[in-house]
């Protein structure tokens, strides 16, 4: 995400194709509101509260802010994930009525995550054209 992020200003990364399409900033400030709920709150057992509508609202955010978003959440994913215990990898949590495992959220979160960072790859390369840089390892 950091790499897509790194190649677009301001504009490009609060740009959308249309008012029914979210842009850049949106999604990675819906995917911090997914890490919020599932990893802090959900894992960590810290009181949060999310507000999936205003994350979901176009919202101007800065390059720097979703550098730092970024940076920050997925460092957080990180240091949970190097300190968890299987004891708590098997806790639940209950999502949408269900109960989940923990184990089972980060697979879900992975699997939302890669979800939203092709979009975020899509709208770069619209955005870029012939310039954008491959994220590719």
Same mark, same amino acid.
């Given at each position: 995400?950091?790499? /897509?992020?790194?190649?677009?200003?301001?504009?490009?990364?609060?740009?959308?194709?249309?008012?029914?399409? =979210?842009?850049?900033?949106?999604?990675?400030?819906?995917?911090?509101?997914?890490? @919020?709920?599932?990893?802090?709150?959900? @894992?960590?057992?810290?009181?949060?509260?999310?507000?999936?509508?205003?994350?979901?609202? =176009?919202?101007?955010?800065?390059?720097?802010?979703?550098? /730092?978003?970024?940076?920050?959440?997925?460092?957080?994913?990180?240091?949970?994930?190097?300190? @968890?215990?299987?004891?708590?990898?098997?806790?639940?949590?209950?999502?949408?009525?269900?109960?989940?495992?923990?184990?089972?959220?980060?697979?879900?979160? /992975? /699997?939302?995550?890669?979800?939203?960072?092709?979009?975020?790859?899509?709208?770069?390369?619209?955005?870029?054209?012939?310039?954008?840089?491959?994220?590719?390892?």
């Amino acid at each position: 995400m950091l790499k /897509a992020v790194s190649q677009l200003d301001d504009k490009q990364l609060n740009w959308r194709p249309n008012e029914f399409s =979210h842009s850049i900033s949106t999604l990675v400030r819906h995917i911090e509101g997914n890490i @919020i709920e599932r990893v802090s709150k959900g @894992i960590l057992n810290q009181e949060i509260l999310r507000n999936r509508e205003d994350e979901l609202k =176009h919202t101007f955010v800065s390059k720097s802010e979703l550098e /730092a978003i970024i940076e920050e959440r997925i460092q957080l994913i990180i240091d949970t994930i190097r300190k @968890i215990s299987d004891e708590t990898l098997e806790q639940k949590q209950m999502v949408r009525n269900r109960e989940r495992t923990n184990l089972d959220m980060l697979h879900q979160c /992975a /699997a939302h995550f890669s979800e939203h960072m092709g979009q975020i790859f899509y709208i770069a390369k619209q955005c870029l054209k012939e310039d954008y840089k491959s994220t590719s390892l």
